[in-house]
Nanobody
């Protein structure tokens, strides 16, 4: 059965960097046709925020205004892995980061709604001094 597993979260000081990974398993070869994205849930907030989403190639990307210029999303389809490089981290970036995959909507809709067919369990990111 399809599964997404995140890793790479942790505690980092403001201004620091983290690289999150999301490994997919149980997907058919159609995984490469899925849009993928990273979402976060801030402490005390039940709502998910779309951080960054990507289409089937590394060309078509979407970033939330709050992370533009600091975060970079990428994917390696040969490894069925999605990455989120996070630089210049701020305390407000703290939260549970989850990856997701889907194909029914554009990456803009996927991130802004948010909506996806498959979700990971998430990894905790804490930015604090």
């Amino acid at each position: 059965q399809p599964q997404l597993v995140e890793s790479g979260g942790g505690l980092v000081q403001p201004g620091g960097s983290l690289r999150l990974s999301c490994v997919a398993s149980g997907f058919t070869s159609d995984y490469v046709k899925l849009n993928i994205g990273w979402f976060r849930q801030a402490p005390g907030n039940a709502a998910r925020e779309g951080v960054s989403c990507m289409g089937v190639s590394n060309i078509n990307t979407y970033y939330a205004d709050s992370v533009k210029g600091r975060f970079t999303i990428s994917r390696d389809n040969t490894k069925k892995t999605v990455y989120l490089q996070m630089n210049s981290l701020k305390p407000e970036d703290s939260g549970i980061y989850s990856c997701a995959a889907g194909s029914s909507v554009t990456i803009q809709t996927m991130c802004r709604t948010p909506i996806a067919g498959y979700w990971g369990q998430g990894t905790q990111v804490t930015v604090s001094s």
